[in-house]
């Protein structure tokens, strides 16, 4: 079925088989092209065009400054980085925690690991220290890596307490006033 053919029917099929308590399922009385409508949704596209515009003449218009093979390095590189070790470990990890803990410790869990995530990258320049000079000591002047690391546990912890309040809750049902 071709997307044009879906603009035209009124309702997806592929999707009635689903189950119905899911949350995720398909509406079938809505089909995957409803996303085109309405018109002004578009609309959110233009900042986005105009920001990888103004980037791009940026680039090209700043001369020697910016060295373009390395840039060009740089940006196919972070790229495959994502593509190929990135987005199949989050994959993994996803998949495995959908098998090993309960529906409602996941989303702790998501945010925990893009939380300790972020906070590793950021601090990585700091924790692989380049350029350090053991002759200055206000350089670099703290144990970085291990303070990642005690923040990440921190991070962690906390994480394991909302998702064992969110796994009990939920195990324990509504509660009634009354």
Avoid: K
Avoid at 101 to 125: E, Q, S
Avoid at 156 to 170: E, I, K, P
């Amino acid at each position: 079925m071709s997307l044009s053919d879906e603009a035209t029917t009124g309702r997806d099929d592929r999707a009635a088989a689903r189950v119905p308590e899911d949350p995720y399922a398909s509406d079938p009385a809505r089909p995957v092209t409803s996303a085109r409508r309405p018109w002004w949704r578009w609309l959110f596209l233009l900042p986005g065009l105009a920001a990888v515009a103004y980037g791009a003449i940026g680039l090209v218009t700043a001369g020697s400054r910016v060295p373009l093979g390395s840039w060009a390095t740089w940006f196919v590189g972070s790229a495959l980085l994502h593509d190929l070790v990135l987005a199949p470990v989050w994959i993994g990890l996803g998949w495995l925690a959908a098998r090993v803990l309960p529906a409602p410790a996941r989303g702790p869990a998501v945010v925990g690991a893009a939380v300790t995530g972020l906070l590793t990258l950021v601090a990585m320049p700091f924790v692989l220290a380049p350029g350090y000079n053991p002759d200055n000591p206000s350089f670099l002047p703290h144990e970085y890596g291990r303070n990642l690391l005690l923040i990440n546990l921190a991070v962690l912890l906390l994480v394991a307490l909302w998702g064992t309040v969110a796994t009990r809750r939920h195990r324990s049902g509504p509660e009634t006033d009354g």
